[in-house]
């Protein structure tokens, strides 16, 4: 099945700057992968997606760029506030649309 | 409108014991998933209904789990027996699409479970 690795697992940034999370990848045929959101006690919320047919995507202060050759896809966070402190996971989907998560990354904006 | 729907949020059982979650997806979304999320770790996907159909179910532990969603809107999941290493959240997440073309899941706020 389909294996997805996250790093790093926590992350800590001064407000302002910017944060990178990396996912990798192993089965080459998948061809959605979202980013997810998760405050401490709530559900899971996604915040930005890429397909397959697309290298990069931005919304605001979030963009993720996936490169399909290295299967590999981050998560780009610029201008850093309090509000984005959470966890945050990847996930891949290929056939079925069937996700598998990574195993998240702990960020934390310091003021 | 509205979310995805779980009863109860919160659970506390001995082990061996059962318990039942039920989830009410968002009207007309046709995928139901169930997810086990257990402290410090990504949602794992259970089961995935099409309508009332099994997709996939590869990870479900079905010598004590089980799922159904009849009449393809809402859907119980069951443990019986509980063990210890079942506490965790239970979430559940709907989607609008078929299984050909993938589309976002929405989650319902979760269930969380603990076995004593």
């Known amino acids: 099945g389909e294996n997805v690795e996250q790093h790093p697992s926590t992350l800590s940034v001064q407000e302002g700057d910017s944060a990178v999370i990396k996912c990798t990848y192993s089965?080459?045929?998948?061809?959605?992968f979202p980013w997810y959101k998760q405050e401490l006690g709530k559900r899971p919320q996604l915040i930005i997606d890429?397909?397959?047919?697309?290298g990069e995507k931005k919304d605001q202060r979030i963009a993720v760029t996936l490169n399909k050759t290295a299967k590999h896809f981050s998560l780009h966070i610029t201008e850093t506030q309090p509000e984005d402190s959470a966890v945050y996971f990847c996930?891949?989907?290929?056939?079925?649309?069937?996700?598998?998560f990574g195993t998240g990354t702990r960020l934390q904006v310091t003021l | 409108e509205a979310g995805v729907a779980q009863s109860p949020r919160y659970k506390i059982i001995e082990k061996r014991q059962s318990v039942a979650f039920w989830c009410n997806p968002i009207s007309g979304h046709a995928t139901l998933y169930w997810y086990q999320q257990i402290l410090g770790q990504g949602p794992k996907l259970l089961i995935q209904?099409?309508?009332?159909?099994?997709?996939?179910d590869s990870q479900l532990p079905k010598d004590r789990f089980s799922a159904e969603r009849l009449k393809g809107v809402d859907s119980t999941l069951k443990i019986q027996p509980a063990k210890l290493e079942d506490s965790a959240v239970y979430l559940c997440a709907s989607s609008s699409a078929g299984i050909s073309y993938y589309n976002e899941q929405f989650f319902g706020p979760g269930t969380r479970l603990t076995v004593l």
């Open positions: 890429i397909r397959s047919n697309v």
């Open positions: 089965d080459s045929a998948s061809n959605y």
């Open positions: 209904f099409q309508n009332n159909g099994v997709v996939d």
């Open positions: 996930a891949v989907t290929g056939t079925a649309s069937k996700l598998t």
